[in-house]
């Protein structure tokens, strides 16, 4: 039988890790939300209004809207899903994808593969 963990304790854990990963490193990603589709416009222009979303797309697919963003740290990563994003209205369930190395980004290639070589 496996060990069971309560979740609040493994969200502290999880969130432990997260932060002595980042430290105090800029911390980009890439958050995907599915909302109630009648309030999808509106929750887009909102969160479009956000300083933290550099970008925000309405889509087709598995989720309605994504926000490409950077945060100075996880915690203001953390605080902006939970006070900002969380909070409006129509939101059902947020993803989020955090970026662990930009290969190309805003048309500029950022990390050079030598694998080919």
């Known amino acids: 039988m496996g060990a069971y963990m ?20 800029q911390v980009k990603a890439m958050i995907t939300l599915k909302v109630d589709t009648k309030f999808a416009d509106i929750i887009a222009a909102k969160v479009a209004q956000f300083t933290e979303a550099a970008d925000v797309f309405l889509v087709t697919g598995d989720v309605d809207i994504i926000i490409k963003s950077r945060f100075d740290t996880y915690h203001d990563l953390k605080k902006f899903l939970v006070s900002k994003v969380g909070s409006l209205e129509g939101v059902k369930e947020t993803r989020t994808l955090m970026v662990v190395t930009s290969f190309k980004e ?12």
């Open 106 to 117: 805003d048309n500029k290639v950022e990390v050079n593969d030598d694998s080919e070589s």
């Open 6 to 25: 309560e979740p609040e304790k493994e969200d502290k854990e999880y969130d432990e890790v997260l932060s002595s990963y980042y430290k105090d490193q």
